[in-house]
């Protein structure tokens, strides 16, 4: 993503936070509007796994955890983008099967 993109993209969610009321209901509102379900999915467990206590964690639990957050943030943005990928790729069928439609009669 470019920077002016980002740059824009956190100025609207700024704007957008500075008209709640501040409450974390409003915050995680304009969160999920601005960047999408896939994204706020990923950016709740990041912030469970940094609130997490891992004093009773060994090291390879403390690790396999932090993979397995990892892919619980990843993974909605991917399924996601995929299924953008898809519906785009359904539209352009139906619009090429209108067209061979069109085009026998």
Same mark, same amino acid.
């Given at each position: 993503?470019?920077?002016? %993109?980002?740059?824009?993209?956190?100025?609207?969610?700024?704007?957008?936070?500075?008209?709640t009321d501040g409450s974390s %209901?409003?915050?995680?509102?304009?969160?999920?509007?601005?960047?999408?379900?896939?994204?706020?999915?990923?950016?709740?467990?990041?912030?469970?796994?940094?609130?997490?206590?891992?004093?009773?964690?060994?090291?390879?639990?403390a690790e396999m955890e932090a993979v397995s957050v990892a892919?619980?943030?990843?993974?909605?943005?991917?399924?996601?983008?995929?299924?953008?990928?898809?519906?785009?790729?359904?539209?352009?069928?139906?619009?090429?099967? %209108?067209?061979?439609?069109?085009?026998?009669?």
């Open positions: 993503m470019r920077m002016e %993109k980002r740059a824009d993209i956190y100025g609207q969610i700024a704007e957008a936070l500075l008209k %209901k409003a915050a995680r509102e304009v969160l999920l509007e601005k960047l999408g379900p896939g994204v706020m999915y990923g950016l709740e467990a990041l912030l469970e796994y940094e609130n997490a206590d891992e004093e009773n964690l060994m090291a390879p639990a892919r619980r943030m990843v993974r909605p943005m991917l399924e996601g983008k995929l299924q953008r990928r898809l519906d785009a790729l359904d539209a352009l069928d139906g619009s090429k099967k %209108k067209t061979a439609a069109r085009s026998a009669r």
